[in-house]
């Protein structure tokens, strides 16, 4: 579950039409390096569920610059990537979707749910 979306995210943004077992196998590399050093400590053997965004991230730059060295990436990520990865990080940070949740109950002024 933790590697679904990253993976599914770079090969989106990286415009890749397929995914490779090179981005598999970058997938599953990345993953376990993605892991702090507390949580080693604490006995986990997946990253906090609740860094899923920025794991994601990651995942994705991974798979994106597998997908170039495969010679299938889009002309955009190219771009992004030629740049550097600090900058291909944040240009997909910059793509992700960022929810807002909104009551679905209207509540008027002066009364708290």
Known sequence: MLFHAGLALGAFLGETRYVSDGMLMATAETLPKLIGDEDVQAGLVYPRLQDIRAL????????????????????VARRQLDKGPHYLLQWIKAKMFHPQYTSLAYMPPGIEA
């Open 56 to 75: 994601s991230a990651e995942i994705a730059a991974e798979v994106i610059k597998v997908a170039a060295l495969e010679g299938h990436v889009g002309k």
